[in-house]
T-cell receptor
């Protein structure tokens, strides 16, 4: 079985500061990794995904994430946040054998950007 | 290009009732997955439909059932509603069960059970 742990439930940060949202996963098999963002009263939007290749993945809105297989982590980073980045962020995995594409999500991290 | 659409946006039901939620996938997609997101939690996988059949199921009771139509749209049915069924129900679509493919999510249906 797989599980995802997002290490911070809430991250407050000032505008233009850097931010890191931490995600660790547990799996006995290889996985694909995803970060989704959920703005208030909306569905989920894909920020970025790691399937293979370079462990540094760049996504939309200036976000990037680094896959670390030895530490089973996939932390999300942004060098300078904006007020509009205030949202809930979810890390998710899919086992690579799972043709059904069942996403397994973490509990979410609420990013609050203050002026 | 329309994205994933869901209806209704909000719904209020009482315990014991039945509810049907609807989802239309993104153009070109043929696979629909349903997730339940309780307040303050991450989404939990309910089941996935491809070629009008349930292909995979999460840890949800038989009260949760679904259907996929020839045009790839889908319904989620929940019978004998419990207070704990109150949640945001999200539909996601992808192509060909899409291993590694991006799942595109709709805005969700917020269900309140009183």
């Amino acid at each position: 079985a797989q599980s995802v742990t997002q290490l911070d439930s809430q991250v407050p940060v000032f505008e233009e500061a850097p931010v890191e949202l931490r995600c660790n996963y547990s799996s006995s098999v290889s996985v694909y990794l995803f970060w989704y963002v959920q703005y208030p009263n909306q569905g989920l939007q894909l920020l970025l995904k790691y399937l293979s290749g370079s462990t540094l993945v760049k996504g939309i809105n200036g976000f990037e994430a680094e896959f670390n297989k030895s530490q089973t982590s996939f932390h999300l980073r942004k060098p300078s946040v904006h007020i509009s980045d205030t949202a809930e962020y979810f890390c998710a995995v899919i086992p690579i054998y799972n043709q059904g594409g069942k996403l397994i999500f973490g509990q979410g991290t609420e990013l609050s950007v203050k002026p | 290009d329309a994205g994933v659409t869901q209806s209704p946006t909000h719904l209020i039901k009482t315990r014991g009732q039945q509810v049907t939620l609807r989802c239309s996938p993104k153009s070109g997609h043929d696979t629909v997955s349903w997730y339940q997101q309780a307040l303050g939690q991450g989404p939990q996988f309910i089941f996935q439909y491809y070629e009008e059949e349930e292909r995979q199921r999460g840890n949800f009771p038989d009260r949760f059932s679904g259907h996929q139509f020839p045009n790839y749209s889908s319904e989620l049915n929940v019978n004998a509603l419990l207070l704990g069924d109150s949640a945001l129900y999200l539909c996601a679509s992808s192509y060909r069960q899409g291993l590694g493919e991006t799942q595109y999510f709709g805005p969700g249906t917020r269900l309140l059970v009183l």
